[in-house]
């Protein structure tokens, strides 16, 4: 028997079906995620999130390293 169970998301609190029995069909798995990318979550949260915030945290964590590229181009340091 294959074990899901209902879950809230930590960052936005939807409630979705987490399938941990059946990984390959959690909605989790609709979101390609990198090493780094995964630090960056792990570092954020202790819990799932749903694919929406997955996506979104993704998009963060780039948009993150885009600014700091551009922040050392233009000379600015962080304080």
Same mark, same amino acid.
């Given at each position: 028997?294959?074990?899901?169970?209902?879950?809230?998301?930590?960052?936005?609190?939807?409630?979705?079906?987490?399938?941990?029995?059946?990984? #390959?069909?959690?909605? =989790?798995?609709?979101?390609?995620?990198? %090493?780094?990318?995964?630090?960056? !979550?792990? $570092?954020?949260?202790?819990?799932? #999130?749903?694919?929406? =915030?997955?996506?979104?945290?993704?998009? %963060?964590?780039?948009?993150?390293? !885009?600014? $700091?590229?551009?922040?050392?181009?233009?000379?600015?340091?962080?304080?």
């Amino acid at each position: 028997m294959n074990k899901h169970e209902d879950k809230n998301c930590q960052r936005c609190n939807t409630v979705f079906e987490c399938k941990v029995g059946s990984i #390959l069909l959690c909605q =989790c798995t609709t979101v390609t995620l990198n %090493e780094e990318e995964r630090a960056y !979550l792990r $570092e954020r949260y202790t819990d799932c #999130l749903c694919a929406s =915030c997955m996506q979104a945290v993704k998009a %963060e964590y780039h948009n993150n390293l !885009l600014q $700091e590229n551009i922040d050392k181009l233009s000379g600015k340091t962080k304080r």
